[in-house]
């Protein structure tokens, strides 16, 4: 049966053997105590009064004591009451409301506070990075800082994160990680900074340094066959580019001379066909007026250029014995000679197709005539 059951016999509050202690005894007993320390051991109630009041005006000096505070050079105070706030202290000696009605917060607005951050992200050419830099920082709003974000300091590097990731992945490899590298880090930092101040954090981003951005080393020989192939890609583009500005620009210059010469041919038989019809008809018009003087005019010119042009000579020995000797050899030098000297004056003459340079052919109608008669 339990000790508190009915029939127990037995009273909680009292132990074996001893009578039960009251809660007003307890308190009556350190009252007499306090009593002796200020009134004398055993004093009266009117000496133990005036002791409980020396107590109680110490205890609030003591107190009081505790609201005083010193704010260095480079602080701000940020007081509050009951959690509010109420004003900021400028360095020196001040004094507030002690604990709990009022606190005060000391924030450092001059000191520049430094973090590193590592992270392994991708970039706009979807290329892996290896990132470490460093982040410097000063809390430049103590009142900001100290009520409007829970934790500044770790939602700083939060953003910073954000802001990076943003900013690297919508740069290539390439600006990364040659000269303009410096552009990244301002971008960085004006994206971080315009993040917090929506924030409120109270915190002003000084400035951030670019440590390492490089491929991460499990990474790294891929990335160097891609790259390689990516050269070789830009390179081959240019040689064809190269080859295509050399051999364009001559298959059109080819084709304007090939239209050129189609031109020219074209002016020349067109001129070489009006001087035929031109000089046809000044022989039309001179075989009219004395037809025969004509045509003996043309079959002796006829003869003339079939025998300057051949090398046989046919000589007429009827009713006569005597055979005539004829230095053929002398005659066809002779003749060569006489081609040599008149070429460049067929030359000449076939520049103009209404001179001299259509006789032969002139000639060679005559004969057909004269053949066909």
Avoid: C
């Avoid at 290329?127 to 430049?140: E, K, N, S």
């Avoid at 600006?175 to 590298?181: F, I």
């Avoid at 954090?201 to 891929?222: H, K, M």
């Avoid at 070429?343 to 057909?368: F, Y």
Wanted: aromatic share 8%.
């Amino acid at each position: 049966m339990a000790w508190n059951e009915s029939g127990n016999g037995k009273d909680p509050w009292k132990r074996d053997g001893e009578e039960p202690i009251e809660l007003d005894k307890i308190v009556q007993d350190w009252q007499r105590r306090f009593a002796g320390l200020f009134g004398g051991r055993g004093g009266g109630g009117a000496s133990g009064g005036a002791g409980g009041f020396v107590l109680l005006v110490v205890l609030l000096v003591a107190w009081g004591l505790t609201g005083f505070y010193r704010v260095d050079e480079a602080e701000r105070g940020v007081v509050q009451r009951f959690g509010a706030y109420t004003q900021t202290t400028l360095p020196g000696l001040h004094w507030h409301l002690p604990f709990p009605i009022e606190t005060v917060d000391l924030v450092n607005t001059i000191a520049v506070s430094n973090y590193a951050y590592r992270t392994e992200m991708l970039t706009a050419d979807e290329q892996y990075v290896f990132i470490d830099m460093v982040v410097q920082y000063r809390r430049t709003d103590p009142v900001k800082y100290s009520f409007e974000v829970v934790e500044p300091d770790l939602t700083l590097q939060d953003v910073t994160e954000s802001a990076l990731r943003e900013v690297v992945g919508t740069t290539m490899l390439d600006v990364l990680v040659t000269g303009r590298r410096d552009e990244i880090a301002s971008r960085t930092r004006d994206v971080l900074q315009a993040t917090i101040d929506i924030y409120g954090t109270g915190i002003t981003v000084t400035s951030i340094s670019l440590e390492t951005v490089n491929y991460p080393q499990s990474v790294q020989a891929a990335v160097d066959d891609a790259q390689k192939a990516r050269n070789d890609s830009e390179r081959f583009g240019l040689e064809a580019d190269a080859y295509a500005n050399d051999i364009v620009p001559r298959a059109r210059g080819d084709a304007v001379r090939m239209l050129e010469d189609a031109r020219g041919y074209r002016d020349r038989v067109i001129a070489d066909a009006q001087g035929e019809a031109a000089r046809f008809e000044a022989l039309l018009a001179e075989y009219a007026k004395a037809p025969r003087v004509t045509r003996d005019r043309l079959y002796i010119e006829a003869v003339e250029e079939v025998y300057g042009n051949t090398s046989k000579v046919l000589v007429g020995s009827e009713g006569t014995g005597n055979l005539m000797y004829l230095p053929l050899d002398k005659l066809m030098n002779q003749t060569g000679r006489q081609n040599t000297v008149s070429e460049p004056n067929r030359a000449a003459d076939s520049q103009s197709p209404q001179t001299q340079s259509t006789a032969g052919s002139v000639r060679d109608e005559a004969r057909e005539r004269r053949v066909r008669e």
